[in-house]
Structure formats: C-alpha cells, structure tokens
C-alpha cells in the first residue's frame, strides 16, 4: 500500500521487500468480504484462503527482514515515503480478523485483534516518529503522501473488528464499545491531519505525474472503511458508549461515504493523467494493491451504510462496485503471479 522509490525487480526478496505489501492482503481479504456480502460463499473462501496464505508468506519474509535485515528495516521506518506502509500490517491482520469472524471463528479472531491492538499502541507512535523527526532530519510539506492515510485505514480497521466482535460478543460490549468509538473516533482526526498536510503539499509543491502514485487512493479508502466502521458501530447493541454517539456517528458516516463517492472520479482523472497524458508506463509494482483495497472498500462501505441506515439506493450502489473490485483485484493478482513466475523462471 505505499509507493516505494525502489526498483520493484526484486520485490519478494527479504532485503528490499516494500513495507506495504501487506496492502495484497488487504485487497484480497476486502474483495473476499464483499463476496460474502452478496452471498458468493465459495468465492468468498477462495479468496480468504487465498488471503491467508499472503500473509502468512508476508509475516515469514518480514520477521526474515526483520533478522537479517535490520539496516534496511531502519531505513524504512526514517522514510516519509516508504516507513507509513508498516501500517498495512495492522489493517491486514484485521481484514483477517473480520472475514475469520464472518466464517464464526470468533476465537481466532479475538487473538487477532489483540495483535491489531497492540501493534496499533506500539507503531501508532513510533512510525510517525521515525518517519517525520528521526534519522537525523524532520520531515517537511513535500514529504506528505498518500501512504500517511494508512494511518487512518488502521485506526479504522481496528474499529471495525471490534464493533463486530461486540455485535458477536455481548459479554464484552461495553469495553468493545468504547474501543471501537475510540478508534473511530481517532481515525477521524488522523484523516483531518493528513488531509491538511497532502493538500498543503499539493498547493505549495505541486505534484510530478511520477509521483502520483496509487497510494493516493487511499484518501478514498480511508473514508470508505471509516463508512464501515461507523456502520459496524451503530449496529451494536445499546452499550453506554453507542446510546451517547449513535446519532453522530450515522450522520458523519453518510457524509464520509457521500465525500468518498465524489473523490472516485478525481483519482481516475489523474490516473489518467499520468498514465495516458504523461505516458507514465503502467506495469505491476507493489504499490497497485493500495488501489485494489480502496476500490474494494467502497463497495463494501455501501453495502454496509446501505444496510444500516435502510438506504438501497446506497446499497444497489455497493452491489454494482463489486464487480469493479473483483475485476481490478484480478487483474493486478494475475500481474503479480506473472511477475513472480518469471522471476523464479530467470532464476
């Protein structure tokens, strides 16, 4: 999920794997939801399983990384451009989470969100760190991109697992309750954050079509799982912490979903823009998946508002988008196993 300034020719080495690879499993696990949403049960395992064999190649290769590839693992965190995709790992760990709690694996779901949790705790405060004042330099306007909003995709993930899991579990609901608002409530803010600052960037800088990477998907994305997560909120039970921010929350959720609609053809206009007016090369790189899970996202995110605010018009919306999810999920899948084939081929 983050553009990376490397060349991707060795892209599944351990060396110089992109951070924000865990995006592929984002992409996949979000397809595979919105295949459950509208009934295609075994598409939606296919792509589950699919999803899990990703991340667990990915968790292998990173603590790989991790041992033997310290210097490199450094030098991503200090690099505004690259250090925010370590999020993707909290998002995909709950994409994980939410599509195990679909199939009533309500356990391993409950570990998995405790790992989302303190990863959360632990890289909500070191990455930005790291990426924006450490390593000797602090980061300024031009260093803002579309990966910061990876921030926000896993504050919101982590609302998400955990308002379903209070809708699953009503032992626990009232502490699932305030996490979930709390998260929500968090990402919100984070949005705003980065908001200001890619804006700024844009105003002041400008951006080069090379630098209009796909990673700029994400603002969208980031607004769709916030649509999730507020539509996942309001359909817990009455704890304390939902009869206090309901009303809020489902209002703010149709206008985030209504801002995210507006956005889709603003970013298919400079993909445009940089593909065909520019002629930058379109080829595979990492960094398609972030386009794949935003893509994903929406329909998702219209299907659930769609659902919980009794909106079919939204929801028809959600339904007609999952076709658009699967074809680009697809096709960038199939890029990245092709590229894979002939690396292991020259090999």
């Given at each position: 999920?983050?553009?990376?300034?490397?060349?991707?020719?060795?892209?599944?080495?351990?060396?110089?794997?992109?951070?924000?690879?865990?995006?592929?499993?984002?992409?996949?696990?979000?397809?595979?939801?919105?295949?459950?949403?509208?009934?295609?049960?075994?598409?939606?395992?296919?792509?589950?399983?699919?999803?899990?064999?990703?991340?667990?190649?990915?968790?292998?290769?990173?603590?790989?990384?991790?041992?033997?590839?310290?210097?490199?693992?450094?030098?991503?965190?200090?690099?505004?451009?690259?250090?925010?995709?370590?999020?993707?790992?909290?998002?995909?760990?709950?994409?994980?989470?939410?599509?195990?709690?679909?199939?009533?694996?309500?356990?391993?779901?409950?570990?998995?969100?405790?790992?989302?949790?303190?990863?959360?705790?632990?890289?909500?405060?070191?990455?930005?760190?790291?990426?924006?004042?450490?390593?000797?330099?602090?980061?300024?306007?031009?260093?803002?991109?579309?990966?910061?909003?990876?921030?926000?995709?896993?504050?919101?993930?982590?609302?998400?697992?955990?308002?379903?899991?209070?809708?699953?579990?009503p032992d626990f609901q009232d502490a699932l309750a305030i996490i979930s608002v709390m998260a929500w409530g968090v990402g919100i803010a984070l949005y705003v954050a980065c908001a200001i600052f890619v804006t700024l960037r844009v105003m002041l800088y400008g951006v080069k079509p090379i630098d209009l990477t796909p990673s700029y998907w994400v603002m969208m994305g980031a607004l769709a799982i916030t649509v999730v997560a507020g539509s996942r909120i309001i359909e817990m039970h009455d704890a304390p912490m939902i009869v206090v921010t309901k009303s809020l929350i489902a209002g703010l959720s149709v206008f985030f979903w209504s801002f995210a609609t507006w956005l889709i053809?603003?970013?298919?206009?400079?993909?445009?823009?940089?593909?065909?007016?520019?002629?930058?090369?379109?080829?595979?790189?990492?960094?398609?998946?972030?386009?794949?899970?935003?893509?994903?996202?929406?329909?998702?995110?219209?299907?659930?508002?769609?659902?919980?605010?009794?909106?079919?018009?939204?929801?028809?919306?959600?339904?007609?988008?999952?076709?658009?999810?699967?074809?680009?999920?697809?096709?960038?899948?199939?890029?990245?196993?092709?590229?894979?084939?002939?690396?292991?081929?020259?090999?």
């Amino acid at each position: 999920m983050t553009a990376t300034t490397r060349s991707d020719t060795h892209v599944w080495s351990p060396a110089t794997l992109t951070p924000g690879y865990f995006a592929g499993v984002m992409g996949t696990g979000i397809v595979s939801i919105g295949a459950w949403f509208l009934g295609f049960e075994m598409l939606s395992l296919v792509l589950l399983w699919i999803a899990l064999i990703f991340y667990v190649i990915l968790l292998v290769l990173n603590v790989w990384r991790i041992i033997a590839h310290r210097t490199e693992v450094l030098a991503d965190l200090h690099a505004s451009d690259r250090g925010f995709g370590y999020f993707t790992f909290i998002a995909a760990t709950c994409v994980i989470s939410t599509t195990l709690l679909n199939t009533h694996f309500d356990t391993v779901a409950v570990v998995l969100l405790g790992v989302s949790i303190v990863a959360w705790l632990v890289l909500g405060y070191i990455i930005p760190w790291f990426a924006m004042l450490g390593g000797g330099r602090h980061a300024t306007l031009q260093d803002a991109n579309g990966t910061w909003f990876i921030w926000v995709v896993a504050s919101q993930s982590i609302a998400v697992v955990a308002s379903g899991l209070g809708s699953a579990e009503p032992d626990f609901q009232d502490a699932l309750a305030i996490i979930s608002v709390m998260a929500w409530g968090v990402g919100i803010a984070l949005y705003v954050a980065c908001a200001i600052f890619v804006t700024l960037r844009v105003m002041l800088y400008g951006v080069k079509p090379i630098d209009l990477t796909p990673s700029y998907w994400v603002m969208m994305g980031a607004l769709a799982i916030t649509v999730v997560a507020g539509s996942r909120i309001i359909e817990m039970h009455d704890a304390p912490m939902i009869v206090v921010t309901k009303s809020l929350i489902a209002g703010l959720s149709v206008f985030f979903w209504s801002f995210a609609t507006w956005l889709i053809p603003i970013l298919i206009a400079a993909g445009i823009w940089r593909h065909w007016y520019h002629r930058v090369p379109l080829r595979y790189e990492p960094g398609l998946w972030s386009m794949v899970f935003p893509v994903g996202m929406y329909g998702v995110a219209s299907i659930s508002l769609g659902r919980a605010d009794s909106l079919p018009l939204v929801e028809a919306v959600g339904h007609a988008w999952f076709w658009v999810s699967l074809a680009a999920w697809t096709i960038v899948f199939v890029a990245m196993m092709v590229q894979v084939i002939r690396r292991f081929t020259r090999r």
